[in-house]
């Protein structure tokens, strides 16, 4: 079966502050893609990263970086040094090659930045 | 940009009444799925399409049904609604059918339903 678990139901940081969302996945398939939404309080999802089960390279973006560990099945986030319209739920998802189209996300980490 | 427009964010609707949620997408996009949210359950998948007429049970079909006439366009049907379908609907498309690769998810904002 396939599983992502975000542990962390909430954050709150101060602006400013680094804050990395934990996810972890469990999967049997070989070929699998792992992703990060964000969900602003606008509603809509919106694709931040795709990482495949082959590169394990670590990525940054910005403010915005990813630590994929297939050793420990995560797929961590971090944001430093956060600002106020960081604020969003936060998913992060699985895809793998024998689910079909179906990807499977996480419950969610909530995530509050104060001015 | 990708457009995938829900026709409703809000509505309200009654115990036993028929619902129809609406989606379309613009980019002609094969695939088309239809989630619920609900707080700490994140998004469960109730239904998606990955062609026209084409259409798969997710994890939690029950009580609803869906219609795919054309491409763009993915209908989610409440044949009776009750009030634990009170939840917030996504709709959501990707591109490339068959490519897993390809399977980034574009997002409507999303209908918050209450049923009364």
């Known amino acids: 079966a396939q599983k992502v678990t975000q542990a962390q139901t909430e954050i709150s940081v101060v602006e400013k502050e680094d804050v990395t969302l934990d996810c972890v996945y469990e999967?049997?398939?070989?070929?699998?893609?792992l992703f990060w939404y964000k969900q602003p309080p606008s509603g809509e999802l919106v694709f931040l990263i795709r990482?495949?089960?082959?590169?394990?390279q670590n990525e940054i973006s910005g403010r915005y970086s990813w630590n994929f560990q297939k050793s420990t099945s995560s797929f961590n986030f971090t944001i430093t040094a956060s600002q106020v319209v960081d604020s969003a739920v936060y998913f992060c998802a699985l895809l793998g090659n024998t689910g079909g189209f179906k990807t499977i996300f996480g419950a969610g980490t909530r995530l509050f930045v104060k001015a | 940009d990708v457009k995938v427009t829900q026709s409703s964010r809000y509505l309200v609707k009654r115990t036993g009444e028929k619902v129809f949620l609406e989606c379309v997408q613009d980019?002609?996009?094969?695939?088309m799925f239809w989630y619920r949210q609900d707080p700490g359950l994140g998004l469960r998948l109730i239904y998606f399409s990955y062609d026209v007429k084409m259409k798969e049970k997710g994890d939690i079909p029950e009580g609803y049904s869906v219609s795919r006439e054309k491409k763009e366009r993915f209908s989610l049907i409440l044949e009776s609604a009750s009030t634990n379908q009170t939840s917030m609907y996504l709709c959501?498309?990707?591109?490339?059918?068959?490519?897993?690769?390809?399977?980034?998810?574009?997002f409507g904002a999303g209908t918050r339903l209450s049923v009364l």
């Open positions: 980019m002609d996009h094969e695939n």
């Open positions: 999967t049997r398939d070989t070929t699998y893609y």
């Open positions: 959501a498309s990707s591109p490339q059918g068959r490519a897993l690769a390809k399977n980034i998810q574009y």
């Open positions: 990482r495949n089960s082959f590169d394990e």
